[in-house]
Every structure is written in C-alpha cells, then in structure tokens.
Nanobody, 126 residues
C-alpha cells in the first residue's frame, strides 16, 4: 500500500506560479510511475502530467504543456509539479497518483492509477 499526501495548493493571481509536492509513504517509491491529475468544479478529471520511475519518460496534458513541469526526487519519496503562467482555467483540485509499474502506461494516462492522494486545491484569480 502507498499513501500519497499533496501540498502546495493555494490562491494565486493569473500569471503567477505555484509548486505542488506529493510525498509518498509505504512501499518503494522509486519503483512507481507518478502522475498529477486535476478536477475542476463540474468537470471530469483531467490528466496533467506523468513521470516514469527514474524520470526518463515524461508526459503532459495539452492544456499545460510548456507551462507545467513534473519532476521527482526518489531520495525524498517526492514528486513535484511546478506550475508557471497560471490561468484561471487551471483552477481545480490537483491529485497526485501512483502506478505500481516503473513505466508510464496508457491506462495510467487515462486515469487508471493504483493509488491516489486526497488532493490540494489550486485557485487562480483573474
């Protein structure tokens, strides 16, 4: 079992930046691929970014590519999401997720992760 705890959400003005963190506990973090998803009020969950176990493969959702950066520190059991040039449409609850395989699978990109955090709210004001 893996527990995921997100932090770093908050209120920011459009054009600003935030960095989200997700700390994992439990089984070996370095063997998992990790991802970030988000869900805005009244909308379906959306894929944001994913990173393989050593960071060799990275994927981004089209709406965040070029503005967000995912990274991980396996020594700290932590995955990060650096969010720059934030827009009001980035407002959502952001969830950290883990898949129990070292590489990113298509199922994972579609939300088929094995473990989920409880989320952290990001609000971007215009």
């Amino acid at each position: 079992q893996v527990q995921l705890v997100e932090s770093g959400g908050g209120l920011v003005q459009a054009g600003g930046s935030l960095r989200l963190s997700c700390v994992a506990s439990g089984r070996s973090f370095s063997n998992y691929s990790m991802g970030w998803f988000r869900q805005a009020p009244g909308k379906e969950r959306e894929f944001v970014a994913a990173i393989s176990y050593r960071g060799g493969s990275i994927y981004y959702g089209a709406s965040v590519k070029g503005r967000f950066t995912i990274s991980r520190d396996n020594a700290k059991n932590t995955v990060y999401l650096q969010m720059n040039t934030l827009k009001p449409e980035d407002t959502a609850v952001y969830f950290c997720a883990a898949e129990d395989v070292p590489v990113i699978t298509q199922a994972a990109l579609e939300g088929g992760m094995d473990y989920w955090g409880k989320g952290t709210l990001v609000t971007v004001s215009s």
